[in-house]
């Protein structure tokens, strides 16, 4: 009885609201907190915090190396940057709006400025690299490298 209160418990803390997470998204979605290319011809960016997405697929093995390292950022950087992902097989519409024709692919939107994609599976030291000084670096500390 004990290991069952326990596990709700867990259960309980884990499922908290406030929690980093990464967040999948719809087309819908995209066009809502994202930018609705349907629309707006020019990149206008909805969100209130920059963030990042992962183009992916359930049967892509570096896709599945990849969501881990998400995982963690989206802890790391909770409050700062959101992380967002998209089944490419299901989002079909998305995956043709940005040319993804290999996974994974990421896309980073800082607030201000058109978005860069990566194709490919990085290490978490380099994704955090480009967190800092694409997304989270002040256009000083940009002009300075």
Known sequence: MRKFVFLCLVALVLAMPGMAEVQYLTTAQFKEKVFDYSKNREWKFAGKRPAVIDFYTTWCGPCKRLAPIMETLSEKYKGKVTFYKVDTERERELASL?????IPQVLYIPMNGKPQILVGLYPQEQIEEIVEQFLLAKP??????
């Open 98 to 102: 940005f040319n993804i024709t290999s």
């Open 140 to 145: 000083a500390d940009q002009k300075k490298k």
